[in-house]
């Protein structure tokens, strides 16, 4: 079954409704901060599958090699 | 310490990794060029330009060969995905019988194919098999609204596929990636389609990459945007993201990020995508290309090429050359040589880049020009074929 594309504008008009505000400064930095301490220089490997580090350190892989 | 120099003691910290990544190259991600073959035209296609024989693809038994030896050849304790480009790699008949072949390996389990989304459109029941052979993610480029998108590709019809495989493979459960490539006829709408995109689509990562003058976009220079279009894209992104970055552990969220567009510095690093940028080719990142060469990302220039699976074994390439991805100086010419960025970014992105050391574009210096360009501004010249100065190892 094929899904229904909705129009374009309805589509941005309900977006719009419901943007998320921007993080503060403090949140940005906190994340960059964050970034530039995860034990891969170039742990962003995961991003490209959008498997994000998170506040636990990053699982992602044990649990895909575990399966 | 404020949080200036606590910043810039991480970026200092990070660099030392960086550099440790260097020394050890271990291996992380295979990207496999499944095939040249694609069929689509895009005009803005970077996979490179140089001549090739079709005829020269890996069979499927070299295919899973090359896996097998390298799953006994090298520590694989350490590895991350595979990466499957091409060309389009569902045109290869074959693709499914490789990935079945190699699904035995637990760490080839977590795969990822770069795709324009007609052949998942067209055959919804694969997705269902993909997930049963280790294929977590899948990249489908939609580059704007359907005339954009298809007036680029010369055949109507291919956005509504390509969104139309979006959206199933995203309710399929796969972390689906839109590429949006930003060119100089699609940045206007950049803004309402990553809406649209979010709304309609829902994918985990929305990716932005700036065309580059490589691959058949070589031949359509109407399609290099402006420094100030350049700028438009960073401006978006860094809206966009700094919206996002603090959800981005809820896989619910789409995420933007610029792709390899290269070092931003440190103040526009890690304000425009969730991670920081280093080029990985050649590092951590093995290319196996159509035909067995071995290079890294498919979309770097075949100057670059390193050795050739059919011939040798591939740890001992990965091992003893790769010279020009892991000694950076010889890119230090043009805009890079005098550039304050440069222990960080160590020249940026290989596929920019050709034998002379020559860059194509540096969005960096893009970012940060504040004259109005009328036209995209040449930083330096592109002559594919010079030497640099030192043996490549190249086996052409």
């Given amino acids: 079954m094929r899904i229904e594309i909705r129009r374009t504008s309805q589509a941005v008009e309900d977006h719009q409704a419901c943007e998320r505000p921007a993080a503060s400064e403090e949140e940005v930095l906190k994340f960059k901060k964050r970034m530039l301490e995860w034990p891969s220089p170039v742990e962003y490997v995961n991003n490209m599958y959008g498997c994000h580090p998170n506040d636990d350190g990053n699982e992602y892989f044990k649990v895909v090699f575990a399966k | 310490m404020n949080r200036g120099e606590d910043l810039r003691a991480l970026f200092q910290t990070w660099r030392t990794r960086i550099e440790a990544l260097i020394r050890e190259h271990p291996l992380q991600i295979i990207s496999w060029e499944a095939t040249r073959r694609c069929n689509l035209r895009c005009l803005h296609c970077g996979s490179p ?23 006994r050849d090298f520590d ?15 045109v290869r008949r074959d693709l499914l019988d490789v990935l079945r072949a190699i699904s035995h390996w637990p760490f080839y389990r977590n795969i990822d194919i770069q795709t324009n989304g007609v052949f998942l459109s067209d055959n919804p029941g694969v997705l269902e098999e993909l997930s049963s052979l280790g294929v977590t993610g899948l990249g489908i480029s939609i580059d704007g609204f359907e005339s954009s998108h298809d007036s680029l590709r010369g055949q109507p019809g291919t956005w509504a596929k390509a969104t139309d495989a979006a959206r199933l ?27 649209f995109a979010k709304q309609e689509i829902r994918p985990r990562v929305f990716r932005v990459m700036i065309i ?12 290099y945007p402006t420094a100030n279009q350049v700028r438009e894209v960073i401006g978006f992104l860094r809206q966009e993201y700094e919206r ?8 619910s969220v ?23 940028f280093h080029c990985i080719a050649g590092l951590n990142n093995l290319g196996v290309l159509f035909d067995g060469k071995l290079s890294s ?56 880049r050709c034998l002379s050391g020559t860059i194509d ?21 592109t002559r594919r074929g010079d030497t640099i100065p030192f043996n490549l190892g190249v086996r052409q």
């Avoid at chain 2, 079709?54 to 899973?64: I, Q």
């Fill in chain 2, 361 to 381: 574009r540096c969005l960096y210096l893009d970012s940060r020009v504040s004259t109005c360009h009328s036209s995209a501004p040449d930083l330096v010249s």
């Fill in chain 2, 76 to 90: 694989m304790d350490r590895f991350r995905h595979i990466n499957i480009t091409g060309g389009e790699p569902f």
């Fill in chain 2, 244 to 251: 996002s970055c603090s959800n981005y552990s809820d896989s």
């Fill in chain 2, 49 to 71: 330009g140089e001549e090739v024989s079709s005829s020269d693809e890996l069979s499927t038994d070299e295919v899973v060969g090359a896996f097998d030896e390298i799953a």
């Fill in chain 2, 254 to 276: 789409t995420m933007v990020e610029l792709g390899c567009g290269g070092w931003m510095g440190p103040e526009l690093e890690g304000r425009l995508r969730p991670f920081v």
């Fill in chain 2, 212 to 223: 580059d003058k490589q691959g058949r976009a070589q031949g359509n220079s109407d399609l």
């Fill in chain 2, 297 to 352: 990302c498919s979309n770097i220039s075949r100057s670059f090429v390193q050795g050739d699976l059919r011939r040798e074994r591939i740890k001992d390439v990965w091992e003893g050359r790769y010279e020009p991805f892991r000694r950076a100086e010889w890119k230090k010419t043009g805009p890079c040589a005098q550039c304050e960025e440069w222990s960080f970014c160590h020249g940026g992105p290989m596929h920019k």
């Fill in chain 2, 169 to 195: 493979a995203v309710d399929a459960g796969y972390v689906v990636t839109v590429s949006f490539v930003a060119h100089s006829k699609n940045i206007h709408e950049l803004p309402a389609f990553h809406r």
